[in-house]
């Protein structure tokens, strides 16, 4: 397969975990909404990866600013900091025994500040990626 090919097959991929995301989210699961959006995040940064290193292969991280960092692209503050606080939520995500108490931490109002940067995200990773 051509890396075209998969990398139209991560932002496949990108899109249903977006409407994953958002129907956790609807259902009041904050935290899991957000490790859902760091699915997405991350299947785009790799499909990014890819086209900048012209490679069928991507680094096996989850970690959404060093998938950055190797494409050379440049990133404002604000980026940064929010592709680090991203990274918080894959790591929650992955075990049992945090997610549940990280929920609870999850306000509709704290999720609502990351969705609304996040679309803003997937806009730009997609730009990058045409």
């Given at each position: 397969?051509?890396?075209?090919?998969?990398?139209?097959?991560?932002?496949?991929?990108?899109?249903?975990?977006?409407?994953?995301?958002?129907?956790?989210?609807?259902?009041?699961?904050?935290?899991?909404?957000?490790?859902?959006?760091?699915?997405?995040?991350?299947?785009?940064?790799?499909?990014?990866?890819?086209?900048?290193?012209?490679?069928?292969?991507?680094?096996?991280?989850?970690?959404?600013?060093?998938?950055?960092?190797?494409?050379?692209?440049?990133?404002?503050?604000e980026q940064i900091?929010?592709?680090?606080?991203?990274?918080?939520?894959?790591?929650?995500?992955?075990?049992?025994?945090?997610?549940?108490?990280?929920?609870?931490?999850?306000?509709?109002?704290i999720y609502r500040?990351?969705?609304?940067?996040?679309?803003?995200?997937?806009?730009?990773?997609?730009?990058?990626?045409?």
């Open positions: 397969m051509a890396v075209e090919e998969h990398i139209f097959s991560l932002v496949t991929e990108a899109r249903q975990d977006k409407g994953a995301s958002e129907a956790l989210a609807n259902a009041g699961y904050y935290a899991h909404a957000l490790f859902f959006a760091h699915l997405v995040l991350e299947k785009l940064c790799k499909a990014l990866w890819m086209k900048k290193h012209n490679s069928v292969e991507y680094p096996f991280t989850h970690n959404l600013s060093r998938l950055l960092k190797e494409t050379e692209i440049f990133l404002t503050p900091f929010f592709y680090t606080d991203m990274n918080l939520f894959q790591a929650k995500g992955r075990y049992p025994e945090t997610i549940h108490t990280f929920e609870n931490k999850i306000t509709k109002e500040k990351y969705f609304k940067q996040f679309e803003i995200e997937i806009e730009w990773l997609n730009s990058q990626l045409h």
